[in-house]
């Protein structure tokens, strides 16, 4: 089956006008030129900026046209906006790109609490009978019953198809020590052919050595931050599960830390922040995690095909699922 890719808002988020995600889905999902619908805008600061010179004065109006005109492919994907109001200054919301171009919406929204079915009501009276159903991701396990029992059954009672309970992963929330270098502008001092190791977790080490132990050992796949003069912590990080050792102060390690490091291909680096801001500074990146790993991609394969009901996706999409001869 012949597919399409196209996304009408891009997300610029180095301020060149490039969305990093545009190029990766295009090669995961093995499209040719032909079949790759590039954005008909970014929201950057600058388009924002054109947009409010206008004062309000007249509809800011961008064609959607290149989403409509598309080849003999059986379906083209579209990625939304973030959610259900961006993009509304450029007249290019979800409900907006929808009713333009007539086009089915299949909403994936992360699990926080039960009052996610607030938003969800939302999105029905926006969308009507164009939201032909929901992936609710990121499900915690202890929230998967009441999703299971009382969410699921609530929403489908009001007309709102649920096709997936997708459950929350650590693979899926998970960063590269490569990300956190860059954030950081961080030198690597050891291990660097080593930097796409996957970072579940983040801990501080500034406790005693003792307690550091007990702490590390519940953890997985952890990046620690801790001073570059604490040899102890660092001994202890080492001998539990510790993809990277985050040094702040810019206190060098001693031999025998890039030692140990290097023989369990660990990488370190050394920031000249100290502990409070270098930890802050991951943590934002835990927020912005992007599918751009080919373990990810994996992850994400396994999870649809245990959790969404894909024959019945195909058939709100009025498309048959495809057959290999054989």
Not at 279 to 285: A, K, N, Q, S, W
Request: negative net charge.
């Amino acid at each position: 089956m012949e597919i399409g890719f196209g996304k009408p808002i891009g997300n610029s988020t180095n301020g060149d006008g490039k969305d990093p995600d545009l190029d990766f889905i295009a090669e995961t999902l093995k499209l040719s030129g032909s079949r790759y619908y590039p954005p008909c805008v970014s929201l950057t600061e600058a388009t924002v900026a054109d947009r409010l010179t206008l004062s309000g004065q007249g509809p800011s109006h961008y064609s959607l046209q290149r989403y409509t005109e598309h080849q003999d492919e059986a379906l083209v994907l579209l990625e939304g906006p973030g959610n259900l109001t961006e993009g509304t200054l450029l007249n290019l919301s979800v409900a907006n790109i929808a009713a333009e171009i007539d086009a089915a919406v299949l909403l994936v929204t992360r699990y926080d609490s039960l009052l996610l079915v607030d938003r969800l009501l939302v999105a029905k009276a926006q969308l009507g009978s164009r939201l032909i159903g929901v992936i609710i991701n990121d499900v915690p396990v202890e929230a998967m019953e009441a999703c299971a029992d009382l969410v699921r059954p609530f929403l489908e009672n009001q007309g709102i198809p649920v096709l997936a309970l997708l459950p929350r992963s650590p693979i899926m929330r998970s960063i590269t020590v490569r990300e956190i270098v860059a954030r950081l502008n961080a030198e690597v001092l050891c291990c660097k052919n080593r930097l796409d190791l996957m970072v579940e977790t983040l801990t501080i080490g500034a406790m005693n050595v003792n307690s550091a132990l007990r702490y590390f050992r519940k953890a997985n796949n952890m990046a620690v931050v801790t001073g570059g003069d604490r040899t102890d912590i660092q001994f202890a990080a080492l001998e539990t599960s510790t993809q990277c050792l985050v040094l702040t102060g810019q206190i060098p390690p001693s031999p025998e830390i890039l030692e140990r490091a290097s023989d369990l291909e660990v990488p370190i680096v050394s920031v000249d922040s100290d502990t409070l801001s270098t930890v802050e500074r991951i943590d934002e990146l835990f927020g912005q995690v992007r599918l751009h790993e080919p373990i990810k991609v994996q992850c994400i394969q396994e999870l649809i095909a245990a959790h969404c009901d894909i024959d019945r996706l195909m058939q709100l999409l009025d498309l048959g699922l495809p057959v290999s001869a054989g």
